[in-house]
């Protein structure tokens, strides 16, 4: 397991005392703690999908950490198809929460949680046992769900699906309502459409 995290702030000795309790309660096998800039932390596992990878990934937001919730996760993190295959756990709350959840469109600020699920495989021959795992394991998570998909997780296939259903099964009808309007007032005729679309309400 992996424990990964960003601390911003000018006193690199109250990050110090942020990372006591996490260490006092599991002391790592191995730690790396230093200061880096926001491309290097963002391009730290890019060895790890170099070009021409294959890769699905599904993600989902929660709530509780409870023992159905873990049982679930654990249960899907067992059954990884391939070894670049993996899960992450975001812990977003604190200050990403303390940003009004109609300041942005990101589709759910109050959940505490979200998990991405990410299949990474090299062999074409491997496309279905990677996808179907990814799939299944979103699947399980539904009942454990706090509403919400983050929208660079949807599959390149499910771009064959209801666009308008997609957008409002991500955002929910509220941000779903303001993207529409945007979307009226700058692109009615619907150009940009090749991400994973908002269509115009007319």
């Known amino acids: 397991m992996i424990v990964g995290f960003a601390w911003a702030g000018s006193h690199p000795a109250?990050?110090?005392?942020t990372l006591a309790p996490l260490r006092a309660f599991g002391p790592?096998?191995?730690e790396i703690?230093?200061?880096t800039q926001w491309v290097a932390w963002q391009s730290s596992i890019d060895e790890v999908m170099p070009k021409g990878v294959r890769a699905y990934w599904k993600n989902a937001s929660f709530d509780r950490l409870d023992e159905a919730t873990i049982d679930t996760i654990v249960d899907g993190a067992s059954r990884i198809p391939s070894p670049r295959t993996g899960v992450d756990i975001h812990h977003l709350d604190a200050a990403f929460a303390r940003v009004p959840d109609d300041a942005t469109a990101f589709p759910n600020r109050t959940a505490?949680?979200?998990l991405n699920i990410y299949a990474v495989w090299d062999d074409p021959a491997d496309d279905e046992a990677g996808k179907t795992w990814a799939r299944q394991?979103?699947?399980k998570m539904r009942p454990h769900g706090a509403g919400g998909?983050?929208?660079?997780?949807?599959?390149a296939e499910d771009r064959a699906a209801d666009p308008r259903e997609q957008a409002l099964a991500a955002y929910g009808p509220q941000k779903l309502a303001r993207l529409v309007a945007l979307k009226d007032r700058f692109d009615p005729d619907n150009i940009f459409r090749l991400n994973h679309n908002i269509p115009p309400s007319r």
């Open 14 to 17: 109250d990050a110090e005392s």
């Open 28 to 30: 790592p096998d191995f």
């Open 33 to 35: 703690v230093e200061p």
């Open 112 to 114: 505490r949680y979200w």
């Open 137 to 139: 394991f979103h699947t």
């Open 149 to 155: 998909e983050y929208v660079n997780f949807l599959g």
